[in-house]
């Protein structure tokens, strides 16, 4: 079962992003601070969860949350910084977004930088584990859905609406006879013949 809080604090955020490993599009953090007495039976890591489950969850969370806050980071600022350092700052931007500024933060995974003094923790499959992290992972993956959704409809031919930018085999397929748009993330191996692939 999730916990809550993982510190005594009362203003504390979760935050975890969406869409590190896709070849397209952004990648998407959210930051959520839940009041104490919050609980959601279904609410759970957004990979262990179907579509159907976290569009459910989505206005319950932006309903029941004290504050949330989201925030893209796009394909050109990720080839320029790298991924980790995007996600980072992608986290980073979603606290920021915040309208109250939390007391400690907890995130998921092991990698992040101080953001400004406010003491964090870094929590390896904090998703699984802690409910605001949870609640974090699923804004983040259904704030990044829709944006590749509606990219879909300018280039359909790669199927965004179905593989939200991963590396599909249809998706490689589709960069292979295509090339690429200007969502495509450049310094990613979009290929596994990826010299040959003129960017």
């Given at each position: 079962m999730l916990k809550l809080n993982y510190s005594e604090l009362k203003m504390e955020c979760g935050t975890?992003?969406?869409?590190r490993g896709c070849l397209a599009g952004p990648v998407t953090a959210a930051a959520v601070?839940?009041?104490?007495?919050?609980?959601?039976?279904?609410?759970?890591?957004?990979?262990?969860?179907?579509?159907?489950?976290?569009?459910?969850?989505?206005?319950?969370?932006?309903?029941?949350?004290?504050?949330?806050?989201?925030?893209?980071?796009?394909?050109?600022k990720i080839d320029e910084i790298n991924i980790l350092n995007s996600s980072i700052l992608a986290m980073h931007q979603s606290i920021e977004a915040?309208?109250?500024?939390p007391e400690f933060i907890i995130v998921d995974g092991n990698k992040f930088k101080p953001y400004k003094?406010?003491?964090?923790?870094?929590?390896?499959?904090?998703?699984?584990?802690?409910?605001s992290i949870a609640a974090a992972s699923i804004l983040a993956k259904n704030y990044r859905d829709a944006y590749m959704n509606k990219i879909h409809e300018e280039f359909p031919m790669y199927n965004w609406k179905k593989n939200k930018g991963y590396?599909?085999?249809?998706?490689?397929?589709?960069?292979?006879?295509?090339?690429?748009?200007?969502?495509?993330?450049?310094?990613?191996?979009?290929?596994?013949d990826q010299i040959q692939l003129d960017i």
């Open positions: 975890d992003e969406a869409g601070i839940l009041p104490c007495d919050f609980t959601n039976n279904i609410l759970n890591d957004s990979k262990q969860l179907s579509e159907k489950k976290r569009e459910v969850l989505k206005p319950i969370i932006e309903t029941e949350a004290l504050h949330f806050g989201i925030a893209h980071v796009f394909q050109d915040l309208r109250q500024t003094d406010i003491p964090h923790e870094t929590i390896i499959k904090g998703d699984g584990k802690y409910l590396p599909t085999k249809e998706h490689r397929e589709a960069i292979k006879k295509y090339g690429i748009t200007k969502y495509h993330r450049k310094t990613f191996r979009l290929l596994p």
